[in-house]
C-alpha cells in the first residue's frame, strides 16, 4: 500500500513540533518546582549573589531603579523585623501574659476574694455618673475587642489554623484585621477623652507612697488612706498615659501608611505597638481582676453607679470623709436616680 504524498510533507512539521516540546520540557518541569523554576529563570543567582544584594552592594543586578539608585532590591531590614518579632516580641507576649494569670491564680489562692471588713450599712455614695460609666465600659469592651483580635494576629495561626484548618482560619484571621483596623482608631479617640476626664483625679498625693509601702493594705494592720483613686489605680491610669498613648500613636501610622511614613517606620511601630499593647494586656488582666473576682463591692460600682458606705470607707476613706453626707438609704435609689450629677471628687 502506497502513503499519500499528502501525508509526507507533514512530517518535517511533527518533527520540528517534537524538538521545540523537548526544549520546553525543562521549562515547565521547572514550574511545577519553585526551586528549579528560580534556578531556571536565574542561573546566575546564588548565595553569594544575594549576600551582597543584602549587604547594599551596588550593581545593575543589586538594584530597583524605582525609587532611584540608593533603593535596595532586597530590604535587609525586613529580616531583622522579623527576627525581633519571632525571637523577642512574640515570647515576650506570652511570658508577659502567662505571668500575670499564674500570679493572679496564685493570689487568689493563697488570699482569695477580698470581701469587706465590715457589714453593708444599706447606704450609698454615688461614686460613678451614667457618662463616665458609658465611656469605661465602651474603652474597656474596644481594648478587649483588639486584644484578642491582636493575640490573634500574632498567635492564632499556631492554635486555629492548625484546629480548624485553611477555610476558617481564613475567616478569622480576616475578621481579626477588620475589627482591629477599624475598632483601633476609635478606641484611641475614647481613650484620650477619658483620660482627660479622669486627669485631676489621678494626680499624685503624699499618702499614695504609704499606700505603696504598705503593700495597698496587705502588710501590717489597718487600712491605707486613699483618695477617689488609689495608688494602685493611679498606676493604671498612668500606665494608659504613657504605654497606652503610645499604642494608640504607633497604631495609627500603622493603620493609615499614606502620611509619608516609609517601611522601617512601619516596621519599627509595629514593634512598638505589639510590645506595647502585650505589656498593657497583661496588666489589664489584673486590673480586671481586682475590679470583678478579686474585690467585693467594685464591680457593682463600676455596673449601678453606687457604692455601699462601708466599701467607701475601707478602700477609698479620703473620699469618703468628704462625700459621706451625701449618702442615700438604698432603698431610695431609683433607675433614674443614675442620672444624677455625681457627688464631689477627691483626688
Known sequence: MSIPWQF??????????????????????????PDREAAFAVPAVDADTW???????????????????????????????????????????????????VMIAVFYAIFGRKKLDEPRSGRKLLRWSVVERSLHWSVATLFILLALSGLNILYGKHVFHPLF?????????????????????????????????????????????????????????GHVD????????????????????????????????NYGQGRDTMMWANVIHAVGALGLTAVALGHIYIGTLGTEGSLEGMAT?????????EHHNLWYEEVKD????????????EGDSPAPRSG
Open 226 to 257: 486613699a483618695g477617689f483613686a488609689n495608688a494602685g489605680e493611679k498606676v493604671w491610669y498612668w500606665l494608659l498615659v504613657t504605654a497606652g498613648l503610645t499604642v494608640v500613636v504607633s497604631g495609627f501610622v500603622l493603620d493609615f501608611p
Open 8 to 33: 509526507l510533507w507533514r512530517l518535517p512539521l511533527l518533527a520540528l513540533m517534537l524538538v521545540v516540546g523537548l526544549a520546553l520540557a525543562p521549562g515547565v518541569e521547572a514550574q511545577a518546582d
Open 51 to 101: 549576600r551582597l544584594v543584602r549587604s547594599g552592594e551596588t550593581g545593575p543586578n543589586y538594584r530597583d531603579s524605582r525609587f532611584g539608585s540608593d533603593y535596595n532590591l532586597v530590604n535587609a531590614a525586613g529580616q531583622t523585623w522579623r527576627e525581633i518579632r519571632n525571637r523577642w516580641v512574640s515570647p515576650f507576649g506570652l511570658i508577659a501574659i502567662g505571668a500575670m494569670l
Open 326 to 337: 451625701q449618702a442615700v438609704a438604698e432603698e431610695q435609689i431609683g433607675d433614674e436616680a
Open 305 to 313: 453607679g453606687y457604692v455601699d458606705e462601708a466599701w467607701a470607707k
Open 165 to 221: 484548618g485553611d477555610g476558617a482560619w481564613g475567616a478569622m484571621i480576616a475578621a481579626s484585621k477588620q475589627v482591629h483596623n477599624y475598632l483601633g482608631p476609635i478606641f484611641g479617640i475614647l481613650l484620650v477623652i477619658i483620660l482627660a476626664k479622669f486627669f485631676l483625679r489621678n494626680l499624685p498625693r503624699r499618702h499614695d507612697l504609704t499606700w505603696f509601702r504598705k503593700g495597698g493594705g496587705l502588710i501590717g494592720k
